[in-house]
Nanobody, 124 residues
Framework: QVQLVESGGGLVQAGGSLRLSCAASGRSISINHMGWFRQAPGKEREFVAAIIWSGGSTYYLDSVKGRFTFSRDTATNTVYLQMNTLKPDDTAVYYC?????????????????WGQGTQVTVSS
């Protein structure tokens, strides 16, 4: 079992930055990839970014490319989502997720474990 704990959300003005963190813990952690998803009020949860644990390759939602950076620290089993040039449309609850096996990176079904979510609010 893997536990994911997110932190770093908050309120920021448009154009500002936030960094989200997600720490993974548990016995015999074996992670193939991790992801960030977000869910705005009244909308479906959507894929934001993913990282392959071995090698660190990253993938992003088109609308965040060039603004968000997904990184990992394999020594501490922690991932980070650096979010720059934030827009009001980025307002959502952001969820960290982890997967044990290879699967499609952009779908919820591709992940086995989820964090509790952290609120990001971008004011205009």
């Amino acid at each position: 079992q893997v536990q994911l704990v997110e932190s770093g959300g908050g309120l920021v003005q448009a154009g500002g930055s936030l960094r989200l963190s997600c720490a993974a813990s548990g016995r015999s952690i074996s992670i193939n990839h991790m992801g960030w998803f977000r869910q705005a009020p009244g909308k479906e949860r959507e894929f934001v970014a993913a990282i392959i644990w071995s090698g660190g390759s990253t993938y992003y939602l088109d609308s965040v490319k060039g603004r968000f950076t997904f990184s990992r620290d394999t020594a501490t089993n922690t991932v980070y989502l650096q979010m720059n040039t934030l827009k009001p449309d980025d307002t959502a609850v952001y969820y960290c997720a982890a997967a044990r096996r290879p699967f499609i990176l952009t779908v919820r079904q591709g992940y086995d474990y989820w964090g509790q979510g952290t609120q990001v609010t971008v004011s205009s």
